[in-house]
């Protein structure tokens, strides 16, 4: 199994650790890591390019990094950061359109059991479809 790498990232540090340790409770698989990228570098509301850059940087050995951001500036850090990595890191940093919370979770059992990016991404877009009326 690949090495993967599941980013959260949100304007509060405090919904991206509540989902990380959600994941890691449910999560078996050591070749996924979870990173919490919430709030500013001072725990503050907001988000932080720099914060996803630096972790992006930890995660070159990972054969995928799969990016989950809620709204507004997160998704624009988010979408920032792919665009200042290098060509071959961006080849592996995908910008999940699902949930942050149902889709980051669903991608990363996922990906604890393949190695399978678009399984993977296919397994989050469909997580939070509930079928209610």
């Known amino acids: ?67 989950f951001a809620d709204i507004g500036s997160a998704t624009l850090s988010a979408e920032m950061v792919r665009d200042m990595l290098d060509e071959e890191l961006q080849k592996k940093y995908y910008l999940v359109d699902a949930s942050l919370v149902e889709g980051a979770f669903a991608a990363a059992i996922t990906a604890g059991v393949t190695d399978d990016v678009t399984q993977i991404i296919k397994e989050a877009k469909k997580a939070s479809v509930k079928g209610w009326d």
């Open 1 to 67: 199994m690949k090495k993967k790498s599941v980013f959260l990232i949100s304007h509060s540090k405090k919904i991206t650790d509540g989902i990380k340790e959600m994941i890691e409770e449910m999560q078996i698989n050591t070749d996924v890591t979870i990173h919490s990228l919430g709030g500013t570098a001072d725990d503050m509301l907001g988000s932080d390019p720099l914060k996803v850059m630096e972790a992006a940087q930890q995660s070159q050995d990972a054969a995928a990094i799969l990016v």
